[in-house]
């Protein structure tokens, strides 16, 4: 029901655009927002969105790199620039609480994940 796309393989200090498709328009009436998993580390929140889209968070590692967004068509989107090294993993899109939820369990509905690697 979500499922990502964009992400891919760049050099330290570039940029990717990774997307976010909802099957539903239902998914409008919910919070969405990003986790993020590295090899061997736990999955992690990364940034989330209103569903009223006027309110967005961030962990506090990509605050000022890192944007996230949505439309009114379902798609959410995660535009990272500065991209380092450690920012190297799997990003899951996911969908559920709206407002300020940095929780695994505060989001019902996760994408299967695409794979974001930054190369040193």
């Known amino acids: 029901q979500l499922v990502e796309s964009g992400g891919g393989l760049v050099q330290a200090g570039g940029s990717l655009r990774l997307s976010c498709s909802a099957s539903?328009?239902?998914?409008?009436?919910?919070?969405m927002g990003w986790f993020r998993q590295a090899p061997g580390k736990e999955r992690v929140f990364v940034a989330s969105?209103?569903?009223?889209?006027?309110?967005s968070y961030y962990t506090d590692s990509v605050k000022g790199r890192f944007t996230i967004s949505r439309d009114n068509a379902n798609t959410a989107y995660l535009r990272m620039n500065s991209l380092q090294p450690e920012d190297t993993a799997v990003y899951y899109c996911v969908a559920g609480a709206d407002g300020s939820r940095s929780r695994i369990v505060d989001y019902a509905y996760w994408g299967q994940g695409t794979q974001v690697t930054v190369s040193s």
């Open positions: 969105i209103t569903r009223s889209n006027s309110s």
């Open positions: 539903r328009r239902t998914f409008g009436l919910y919070g």
